[in-house]
């Protein structure tokens, strides 16, 4: 079965450094998110990608963060410069386009996530 | 703004036997979708059920079973003839049926311990 990929798996940095996530999406998938989840916490949507521009960000997604589909496969967040409380899990998911015609939502397929310790 | 709550922070089931996940949400939309997610220890969240809320008849697949009541906003899982397997953390979570494809609001999740 396909599967979202996501590396590294955990990524331990200093504060103000920055740090790219990477993730390789199904294949035929053209919707592509980034959510996090904080130790004990909801996890949050954070941003989501559409041919090649963002369609939609939360409050968390300030201008610390970007993402960028650098080479038609990879999908990346990065963040400029870490802070403690950007410490979380980042999850990377992607989906098929929605059809009107078809019952249901589309549906995300999640990676296994990112764990990102900022010292 | 819409959010998902799951009352039951840790659950725990015996082999075999049958067990509810409870979660409610606020909405004052009348289209929307609803799902679980099952996390297992190795972190990658997958689907395990779906119910969009214009179908009045519970969704189902296999073991896995929903009680969707939308006038109480409530969305249950059941889960029966439970397994080993099924031991794993489970998020309810919500998306306006207008809203962004993947802006899914999640709950805090139940940890599920299923006791051999």
């Known amino acids: 079965e396909p599967e979202v990929t996501q590396t590294p798996s955990h990524q331990v940095t200093q504060m103000g450094q920055e740090v790219i996530l990477r993730c390789v999406p199904i294949?035929?998938?053209?919707?592509f998110y980034w959510y996090r989840q904080i130790l004990g916490q909801k996890v949050e949507f954070l941003v989501s990608?559409?041919?090649?521009?963002?369609?939609?960000k939360s409050e968390i997604f300030d201008d610390q963060f970007s993402v960028e589909r650098p080479d038609g496969s990879n999908f990346t967040l990065k963040i400029r410069s870490t802070k403690l409380e950007d410490s979380a899990m980042y999850f990377c998911?992607?989906?098929?386009?929605?059809?009107?015609?078809?019952?249901?939502?589309?549906?995300?397929?999640f990676g296994a996530g990112s764990r990102l310790t900022v010292l | 703004a819409q959010t998902v709550t799951q009352s039951q922070p840790e659950m725990s089931v015996q082999e075999a036997e049958t067990v509810t996940l409870s979660c409610t949400y606020d909405?004052?939309?009348?289209?929307?979708?609803l799902f679980w997610y099952k996390q297992p220890p190795s972190r990658q969240m997958i689907l395990v059920i779906r119910?969009?809320?214009?179908?009045?008849q519970n969704a189902t697949e296999n073991r896995f079973s929903v009680n969707f009541q939308k006038a109480a906003k409530s969305f249950s899982l059941k889960i029966s003839d439970s397994q080993l397997g099924d031991a794993a953390m489970y998020f309810c979570?919500?998306?306006?049926?207008?809203?962004?494809?993947?802006?899914?609001?999640f709950g805090k999740g139940t940890k599920l311990s299923v006791k051999p």
């Open positions: 998911a992607s989906s098929e386009p929605r059809d009107r015609r078809l019952s249901g939502a589309n549906v995300l397929t």
């Open positions: 909405t004052s939309e009348s289209d929307y979708y």
């Open positions: 979570a919500y998306r306006s049926e207008g809203g962004s494809q993947g802006n899914l609001i």
């Open positions: 990608f559409y041919n090649n521009e963002i369609s939609e």
């Open positions: 294949s035929n998938h053209l919707y």
């Open positions: 119910q969009e809320a214009y179908k009045q």
